[in-house]
C-alpha cells in the first residue's frame, strides 16, 4: 500500500538476513537467556530485536540451542576488579 511518503517496503526473511549483515538498521538489542543447565551443557534461547525505517523487526531462535560447558570460558574474578585465574 503506498502513501503519501511512497511504497512501504515489504520484508522476506532474505531482506531481513541482508539487513542484519549489512548492519542497515538503527537500534539492535541482542537476548540470551539461559533456559536450563544440565549435566554438560547450557541450553540458550537467542533472540534479536532491531528496528529498521521505524520497523521493529524481531528474529528468534525456533528452538533452544544447547551449548556444551566446555565450549565456554570460564575465570574466576574474585571481587569483580580483575582476572585472578582461569578455571579449568
Known sequence: MSGFLGEREILSRERVKEIFRKKEYS???????????????????ISFLLEYKNRMI??????????????????????????????E
Open 27 to 45: 537500534y539492535l538489542e541482542e537476548k540470551v537467556n539461559l533456559l536450563e543447565v544440565t549435566d554438560d551443557s547450557l541450553l540458550l534461547k
Open 58 to 87: 524481531s528474529i528468534e531462535e525456533r528452538e533452544p540451542i544447547a551449548v556444551p560447558f566446555k565450549d565456554f570460558k570460564v575465570e574466576d574474578w574474585g571481587d569483580g576488579v580483575r582476572k585472578i585465574a582461569d578455571i
